[in-house]
């Protein structure tokens, strides 16, 4: 389902936690496909971090594809930008309905230009 978007199943779960800040985006890659135990152990106690980062990149050129990246970065560029912003839009705007539909917006746009990104690069790439 997610490689329509251009997305692999480990690049769609980064993408999913850019939602909650984008920092997280790195850790669910290294958990990904370098294989810690936990996600919170690559994030924050990893000892070896330039060997990880290593094997990251090593990695993540074997499976990802160009064209993947590509839109890879374009869903996240074009994400919810936190749960922090919607919270704020929360409170200003006292609507759940209104924050959701922003929610949505994000979401949607930022899946439907990594959808045109890719199959675009797939023609280039």
Known sequence: MTRFFGLGWQTFMAFLSSAFAKEAVLGVLNAAFVGQSSLLEATFFSKTAVQ????????????????????????????????????????????????????????????????????VASLFF
Request: aromatic share 12%; charged share 10%; proline share 3%.
């Open 52 to 119: 990880d980062n290593a094997a990251l990149a090593v990695n993540m050129i074997q499976t990802i594809s160009r064209p993947e990246a590509l839109a890879f970065l374009f869903a996240c560029t074009f994400n919810v930008p936190c749960v922090m912003a919607l919270s704020t839009t929360y409170r200003e705007s006292h609507s759940l309905k209104w924050t959701a539909r922003v929610a949505l917006f994000y979401i949607g746009g930022a899946l439907i230009l990594s959808c045109i990104v890719y199959h």
